[in-house]
């Protein structure tokens, strides 16, 4: 080791390493932000201008103290995904439903608009990963990126299952073939890593929206009649198990990286 790398400072990273803990409650808080959003606007009857604005001082305020933060910390990071999963959400249904824009139209614009954040993104730091996420500007543009495959994924998926008239169930199942599709693209041919990970986190949006939906909506329009408070407290639960489990465990650690990298 040369003095530079002796005196370089290690750095930690502000994000959880991508196990299949991470992914599960990536698909449990997506499921959230589906019925979660839709329990507040519309089953509290606080609609959607009160429910956006509520949530949105909320997400923010948890981003203020998930970027102060020095390190990844489970509970925090996974609040912040939670709520922007709901924001990302109400995002979608105010211009759909307050606005009339259409699904495809905020399909398009909201992948746009994640286009353009990956674009910035590594134009600035030469790469998307998430294994050195230790500074603040990447740490936003990490959030930035985020929420646009919220929103995004909350219009895919509604395209599809309603527009099209495809149904929540069989649209979960599309999502999930095309997560098995990245899957084995990396595995198989070896897709570059990065690639396959915004891949498969975009389409776990959809994925995690179509089965809360499935879930929580009545039966006469294509789910199962949980309802909106039964699915968001059992997800909620589960996600607070595992959060609890990885706070203990350490699991989802990623080493420290040099602030060269």
């Known amino acids: 080791m040369n003095r530079t790398e002796a005196s370089e400072p290690a750095l930690l990273n502000k994000v959880p390493e991508v196990t299949i803990y991470f992914w599960i409650i990536k698909v449990l808080a997506t499921t959230v932000g589906e019925t979660a959003a839709d329990l507040l606007s519309t089953r509290l009857n606080l609609g959607l201008t009160i429910t956006s604005y509520v949530m949105s001082a909320v997400f923010i305020l948890a981003l203020i103290f998930q970027v102060r933060a020095k390190r990844y910390m489970p509970p925090l990071y ?101 997560i098995g599709i990245i899957v084995l693209l990396y595995r198989a041919v070896k897709m570059d890593a990065i690639l396959s990970f915004w891949l498969a986190y975009i389409m776990t949006r959809p994925l995690g929206a179509s089965i809360g939906d499935f879930l929580a909506k009545p039966v006469i329009a294509g789910g199962l009649g949980w309802g909106t408070v039964t699915t968001s407290l059992i997800f909620l639960a589960a996600i607070l198990a595992l959060v609890i489990f990885l706070t203990i465990s350490r699991f989802d650690r990623i080493e420290q990286a040099s602030a060269e990298a």
């Not at 606005?99 to 399909?107: C, D, E, F, K, V």
């Not at 674009?119 to 998307?128: C, I, M, Q, V």
């Open 78 to 178: 996974w609040v912040t995904v939670v709520l922007i999963s709901v924001v990302g959400t109400l995002i979608s249904d105010n211009l759909v439903d307050g606005m009339g824009i259409s699904l495809t139209t905020t399909s398009i614009a909201f992948g746009s608009t994640l286009a353009v954040v990956f674009a910035l993104w590594y134009r600035s730091e030469k790469t998307l990963s998430i294994h050195t996420i230790f500074t603040t500007r990447r740490e936003l543009f990490y959030w930035a990126a985020i929420l646009f495959t919220f929103a995004m994924g909350t219009s895919a998926g509604d395209l599809i299952a309603e527009k099209l008239n495809l149904g929540y169930g069989p649209t979960a199942i599309v999502f999930a073939a095309l």
